[in-house]
C-alpha cells in the first residue's frame, strides 16, 4: 500500500503564488522526509528535507512544515516562478535501517506556474 | 564530475525479450537503488544493493526480475520474458555509505533514467 499519501495531484499556480503540497504518512518509524523535484525527462533531484525533531525548515524560497503529531508535511514555495513548474515528490525514510537511504515516495503533485 | 550514468536512456522490446538496464554510480558512491516509476506514480523502490551483495530486495517482483552490482563494472537490473506491464521508466540512484549513527537519512541521487516500452 502507498506508504505515503500526497495531495494534490496537479497544481494551478499564478506568478508570485504560494505553492502548497501535502503529504501525510502512517508509519511513525520514518524520521526522515524530503522533498524532491522532478522535470520531464530528468531524475528526480532533492529539494528540502527534513527530520521530525524540528517544525519547519526554509531553504530560500522553500519551506517544509512538518506536524509530528498529526503525521504530515508540507512543502510551500513562495513567490512561485514558471522555472518551478515540476513534478514533486514527497518521501519518507527510516534511519537505521537495513536499507539505506530507500525512500518511500508519494504519487506526486504536477505544479504548473502561469506566467 | 559525472553524476549517476544509467543507458540506454530508451529501450524498445517486444513481448517474451530480455531487458537489460545499466547504471553507473557517482563517483565515490558504493551504494545503488532501483527505483520504478509508471505513468501518473511515484517511485515505488525495488532494490538496493552495494558492491556484490543485495542488502534489500524487497520491492521486487518474485519473478523476472534481478538485480546485481559487481565488484567491477555498473550495477544491472535484468528484466526476463518481459510484459506489457513492464513498461516504465526505471530510475537509479546511489549514495555514499550511510554515515554511523545517521542510518536512512541522507540524499539519493538519480541519473536520468531508462525508459523501456514493451510492445
Known amino acids: 500500500q502507498q506508504q505515503v499519501k500526497q495531495s494534490p495531484q496537479s497544481l494551478i499556480v499564478q506568478k508570485g503564488g504560494i505553492s502548497i503540497i501535502n503529504c501525510a504518512y502512517e508509519?511513525?518509524?520514518?524520521?526522515?522526509f524530503p522533498w524532491y523535484q522532478q522535470f520531464p525527462g530528468k531524475g528526480p533531484a532533492l529539494l528540502i528535507a527534513?527530520?521530525?525533531?524540528?517544525s519547519e525548515k526554509k531553504e530560500g524560497r522553500f519551506t517544509i512544515s512538518f506536524n509530528k503529531s498529526a503525521k504530515q508535511f508540507s512543502l510551500h514555495i513562495m513567490d512561485s516562478q514558471p522555472g518551478d513548474s515540476a513534478t514533486y515528490f514527497c518521501?519518507?525514510?527510516?534511519?537505521?535501517?537495513?536499507?539505506?537511504?530507500?525512500?518511500?515516495f508519494g504519487k506526486g503533485t504536477s505544479l504548473l506556474v502561469t506566467p | 564530475n559525472a553524476g549517476v550514468m544509467q543507458n540506454p536512456r530508451h529501450l524498445v522490446r517486444r513481448r517474451g525479450q530480455e531487458a537489460r538496464l545499466r547504471c553507473s554510480p557517482m563517483?565515490?558512491?558504493?551504494?545503488v537503488y532501483w527505483y520504478r516509476q509508471l505513468p501518473e506514480e511515484g517511485l515505488k523502490f525495488m532494490v538496493y544493493?552495494?558492491?556484490?551483495?543485495?542488502?534489500?530486495e524487497s520491492g521486487m517482483p518474485k519473478e523476472r526480475f534481478s538485480a546485481e552490482f559487481p565488484k567491477e563494472g555498473p550495477s544491472i537490473l535484468r528484466i526476463q520474458q518481459v510484459v506489457r506491464g513492464d513498461s516504465a521508466a526505471y530510475f537509479c540512484?546511489?549514495?555514499?555509505?550511510?554515515?554511523?549513527?545517521?542510518?536512512?537519512?541522507?540524499?539519493?541521487?538519480f541519473g536520468e533514467g531508462s525508459r523501456l516500452t514493451v510492445l
Open positions: 518521501a519518507a525514510s527510516i534511519g537505521r535501517s537495513n536499507s539505506g537511504y530507500a525512500l518511500n
Open positions: 540512484a546511489s549514495s555514499p555509505p550511510p554515515l554511523p549513527g545517521q542510518g536512512g537519512t541522507g540524499e539519493l541521487f
Open positions: 544493493l552495494q558492491k556484490e551483495n543485495i542488502i534489500d
Open positions: 508509519n511513525t518509524a520514518f524520521d526522515y
Open positions: 527534513i527530520r521530525p525533531d524540528v
Open positions: 563517483k565515490g558512491h558504493s551504494h
